[in-house]
Protein backbone atom coordinates (compact mmCIF):
# COMPACT_ATOMS: atom_id res chain seq x y z
CA UNK A 1 0.00 0.00 0.00
CA UNK A 2 0.64 3.40 -0.58
CA UNK A 3 -1.03 6.92 -0.06
CA UNK A 4 -0.36 10.26 -2.03
CA UNK A 5 -0.90 13.29 -1.08
CA UNK A 6 -0.78 16.07 -3.79
CA UNK A 7 -0.68 19.60 -2.89
CA UNK A 8 0.49 23.03 -4.58
CA UNK A 9 -2.93 23.74 -6.88
CA UNK A 10 -4.89 26.92 -6.27
CA UNK A 11 -6.13 30.33 -8.88
CA UNK A 12 -3.30 31.72 -11.30
CA UNK A 13 -3.24 34.10 -14.19
CA UNK A 14 -3.65 32.60 -17.63
CA UNK A 15 0.45 32.13 -18.39
CA UNK A 16 1.27 31.48 -15.09
CA UNK A 17 3.02 28.49 -13.48
CA UNK A 18 1.80 25.99 -10.49
CA UNK A 19 4.37 23.13 -9.22
CA UNK A 20 2.41 20.41 -8.00
CA UNK A 21 3.35 17.74 -5.48
CA UNK A 22 2.71 14.31 -4.74
CA UNK A 23 3.58 12.78 -1.32
CA UNK A 24 3.89 9.53 -0.77
CA UNK A 25 4.11 7.10 2.07
CA UNK A 26 3.76 4.00 3.01
CA UNK A 27 5.88 2.70 0.80
CA UNK A 28 9.09 3.96 -1.32
CA UNK A 29 7.62 5.93 -4.50
CA UNK A 30 10.40 4.73 -6.22
CA UNK A 31 8.67 1.16 -6.27
CA UNK A 32 6.21 2.90 -8.81
CA UNK A 33 5.42 4.36 -11.92
CA UNK A 34 4.21 8.09 -11.32
CA UNK A 35 1.00 9.65 -13.37
CA UNK A 36 -0.65 12.37 -13.51
CA UNK A 37 -4.31 12.74 -14.33
CA UNK A 38 -6.46 15.36 -14.57
CA UNK A 39 -10.28 15.95 -14.70
CA UNK A 40 -12.13 19.04 -15.96
CA UNK A 41 -16.20 19.70 -14.61
CA UNK A 42 -17.78 17.07 -16.65
CA UNK A 43 -15.10 15.79 -18.48
CA UNK A 44 -13.85 12.28 -18.30
CA UNK A 45 -10.64 12.03 -16.39
CA UNK A 46 -7.63 12.43 -18.61
CA UNK A 47 -3.84 11.30 -18.88
CA UNK A 48 -1.53 14.20 -18.50
CA UNK A 49 2.08 13.14 -17.54
CA UNK A 50 4.30 10.13 -16.66
CA UNK A 51 7.69 8.99 -15.20
CA UNK A 52 9.38 5.88 -14.53
CA UNK A 53 10.60 4.79 -11.77
CA UNK A 54 13.99 6.62 -11.82
CA UNK A 55 13.12 8.92 -13.84
CA UNK A 56 14.54 8.37 -16.80
CA UNK A 57 11.47 8.33 -18.81
CA UNK A 58 8.92 10.85 -19.04
CA UNK A 59 5.93 10.94 -21.24
CA UNK A 60 3.43 13.89 -22.13
CA UNK A 61 0.13 14.45 -23.73
CA UNK A 62 -0.09 16.15 -27.20
CA UNK A 63 -2.15 19.37 -24.94
CA UNK A 64 0.67 19.66 -22.28
CA UNK A 65 3.84 18.62 -24.21
CA UNK A 66 6.36 21.88 -23.88
CA UNK A 67 4.55 23.31 -20.98
CA UNK A 68 4.80 20.82 -18.25
CA UNK A 69 7.23 19.16 -16.64
CA UNK A 70 7.11 16.00 -14.45
CA UNK A 71 10.13 15.13 -12.41
CA UNK A 72 10.63 13.04 -8.64
CA UNK A 73 12.69 12.74 -5.82
CA UNK A 74 12.90 9.43 -4.86
CA UNK A 75 15.44 10.10 -2.09
CA UNK A 76 12.28 12.41 -0.90
CA UNK A 77 9.50 10.32 -1.92
CA UNK A 78 7.20 12.94 -4.05
CA UNK A 79 6.63 13.55 -7.66
CA UNK A 80 6.42 16.81 -9.00
CA UNK A 81 4.25 18.40 -12.19
CA UNK A 82 5.43 22.12 -13.05
CA UNK A 83 2.86 23.66 -15.10
CA UNK A 84 4.15 26.52 -17.26
CA UNK A 85 1.95 28.55 -19.67
CA UNK A 86 -1.56 27.89 -17.94
CA UNK A 87 -4.14 28.24 -20.09
CA UNK A 88 -7.91 28.45 -18.96
CA UNK A 89 -8.32 25.34 -20.43
CA UNK A 90 -5.74 23.51 -17.84
CA UNK A 91 -8.42 24.19 -15.25
CA UNK A 92 -9.35 20.62 -13.07
CA UNK A 93 -8.57 18.81 -10.31
CA UNK A 94 -5.06 16.95 -10.77
CA UNK A 95 -4.66 13.59 -9.56
CA UNK A 96 -1.05 12.01 -9.47
CA UNK A 97 -1.23 7.69 -8.97
CA UNK A 98 1.06 5.53 -8.46
CA UNK A 99 1.37 2.24 -10.71
CA UNK A 100 3.78 -0.88 -9.35
CA UNK A 101 3.41 -2.95 -12.57
CA UNK A 102 6.05 -3.68 -14.90
CA UNK A 103 6.16 -4.58 -18.67
CA UNK A 104 6.04 -2.54 -21.49
CA UNK A 105 2.44 -3.36 -22.30
CA UNK A 106 1.36 -1.85 -19.72
CA UNK A 107 -0.74 0.77 -20.42
CA UNK A 108 0.77 3.83 -18.60
CA UNK A 109 -2.08 6.71 -20.93
CA UNK A 110 -5.10 4.82 -19.10
CA UNK A 111 -6.04 5.57 -15.49
CA UNK A 112 -7.48 2.22 -15.03
CA UNK A 113 -3.63 0.86 -15.21
CA UNK A 114 -3.11 2.95 -11.81
CA UNK A 115 -3.44 1.13 -8.43
CA UNK A 116 -3.62 4.07 -5.84
CA UNK A 117 -4.30 7.60 -6.37
CA UNK A 118 -4.20 10.86 -3.97
CA UNK A 119 -7.31 13.11 -3.72
CA UNK A 120 -6.31 15.49 -6.37
CA UNK A 121 -5.83 19.04 -5.90
CA UNK A 122 -7.67 21.74 -7.68
CA UNK A 123 -5.94 24.09 -10.08
CA UNK A 124 -7.85 27.40 -11.87
CA UNK A 125 -6.48 29.15 -14.57
CA UNK A 126 -8.28 32.59 -14.81
CA UNK A 127 -8.09 34.06 -18.35
Known amino acids: QVQLVESGGGLVQAGGSLRLSCAASGRTLSSFTIGWFRQAPGKEREFVARIGRNGGFTDYADSVKGRFAISRDNAENTAYLRLNSLKSEDTAVYYC????????????????????WGQGTQVTVSS
Open 97 to 116: AADGGYGSQRQWRESRTYDY
